[in-house]
C-alpha cells in the first residue's frame, strides 16, 4: 500500500439518507486505512444527525466551526468548534445544528464505517 494525499474539497459531497440537512464527504475509507474511516460533515442550521448508535464501532465528532446541541445516550450539551463528541459503540448519540450558521466536523469511526 503506498500513501496518499487526499483533498477534502476534491470529493464529492453527498446528503445523508437518513438525517436532516446533513452533508458528507468521505475522506478516509477502509480502502486507504483499514483501521479508521474519517467524513468531512456540514449540518445546515436547523439540521440534524438524529440520535442513532453504531453496533462495533466508536465515532467521533470533532467541530470544527459553528456550534451544535450534542446528545449522548439521555445527555444533552452545547458544543462549538474545538470540541469533539465520542460516542462508543451502543451509545445512543446525535447533533443538531440550533445556530444560524452551518456546523462544520470531521466525524471518526474506529473500526472504520466504510
Known sequence: MQGK????????????????RFFLRDVVTAESNPNLSVHRGRIEPGGEIFPHTHDGQTETFYILSGSAICTMDSNKS??????????PSG????LKNDGDEPVELMALFTPPLK
Request: with cysteine.
Open 5 to 20: 494525499i487526499v483533498t477534502t474539497a476534491e470529493q464529492e459531497e453527498y446528503a445523508h439518507p437518513k438525517h436532516d
Open 91 to 94: 451509545v445512543t448519540h446525535g
Open 78 to 87: 452545547d458544543v462549538s468548534a474545538g470540541q469533539c463528541c465520542i460516542a
